[in-house]
């Protein structure tokens, strides 16, 4: 399964699909080379990966890469140039296709087998215990729309600018560290009804903030502080101010996963 990266999987409703009818055999081959580089490489459908790479791993060229680039589009794969020598893709639906089912399988197996009338006995206790980490392990999987995972690489990026040796946003971390913020990022936008212009704007201030910017060190505590710091930006005269740069020092993190990138392929090479 693609969860121990090992496996890529293609369902078999790709032979009925409408999105791949009218796609070319090379294009449908660029989307499961990248597919199985994802799962080998990548974490939950999302992947940073060295333009030799894609040279190396799926035999063409950048410019071919992004040359197919709105037909990937039509089959939920975005791909985005760094600039840095590195590309940034997303994957959606991957928890749907990818993810090793057995785990969705549990979680129905002990349902149906836990008995919720009466006392608890010892074996319902552990059932429970077990059903708890069973639902644990099935929302780890769960998959983030790109505009929350962009949301939530504004806030690492921010942090880290302000805070560089934090570790949770060392180049090994990174990425685990960004889907962990997408959790609380999404319940923002998706329970608490906040628009996603306004939590990019909240992020950006925050981080300039020299009080908040010393606080807000997670998507946990940017949630938790979300109306506050709302109601803070809004009394501050520089509360709506916009960077031209979105995503300004996340060169940095991208220049040193392309270094790593180009040692695993000097290491291949020997």
Known sequence: MADNKRWFKVWTSILSDPDFDDLENHTIGIWVRLGALIAKHGEKGVIV?????????????????????????????????NCNGTIFVIMK??????????SYERVKRFRQNQNDNGDET???????????E????????????????????LLATRINENHPNNSSLSSEKWEKTVLSWCDPIEKLNRIDKQDLLQIEKVIKWCQKDSFWSANILSGDALRKQFDQLSAKMVKSPKGTTQGKDRYPGINKWLDGKKAQAEEEDKNEEQ
């Open 93 to 102: 639906n991957w928890s749907k296709y990818q993810v090793d089912s057995t």
């Open 122 to 132: 010892p074996q319902k206790k552990s059932k429970k215990k077990k059903r708890r």
């Open 134 to 153: 069973v639902d644990k392990e099935v929302e780890k999987e769960k998959e983030y729309p790109p505009d929350i995972v962009e949301l939530s690489t």
């Open 49 to 81: 990966v060295s333009k030799n790479q894609i040279i190396k791993r799926l035999g063409i060229s950048v410019e071919d890469l992004f040359k197919v680039e709105s037909e990937l589009l039509k089959i939920n794969v975005q791909i985005k140039d």
